[in-house]
């Protein structure tokens, strides 16, 4: 049998990797008929948006996480000691991190269900 030689090559192309990180906001998009109208809601984050299309509903969504964010950010001693919503600096601390929508996007796990009032 021949023996294969190892390459200790530097020049060698390095394949692609992916990466894969979980989701870690639940968004929930739901049509409202009576309004016509689609309602998104992060769930973890209880906030809510109405657009006329999945599109707008989910970017208005991802602005207003993002708005959300920063605001507790700059004004942390103020959410962090609040009981609704101190807990969400773990999943808004993510969310700081993410340079981009497309990053953003990958840390939503989006779900589709019925509005029910």
């Known amino acids: 049998m021949p023996k294969l030689k190892s390459r200790s090559h530097n020049h ?5 990797t992916l990466t894969l990180k979980g989701p870690v906001l639940t ?7 009576e309004e016509k109208l689609i309602c998104a809601r992060c769930i973890e984050l209880d906030l809510v948006v109405e657009m ?3 599109i707008e509903a ?14 507790f ?5 103020l ?4 009981p609704n919503r101190a807990h969400h600096w773990p999943y808004l601390q ?9 990053q953003l996007k ?3 796990d989006v779900r589709y269900g019925v509005l029910q009032v």
Do not use: G
């Open 73 to 77: 950010r700059d004004d942390w001693k």
């Open 52 to 54: 006329s299309s999945e």
């Open 94 to 102: 993510e969310v700081l991190k993410a340079k981009d929508d497309w």
């Open 12 to 16: 060698q192309k390095k394949r692609p």
């Open 27 to 33: 968004v929930i998009l739901a049509p409202d008929r």
């Open 58 to 71: 989910l970017q208005e969504l991802l602005e207003a996480i993002r708005v959300y964010a920063e605001e």
């Open 79 to 82: 959410y962090a000691h609040s």
């Open 106 to 108: 990958t840390l939503l």
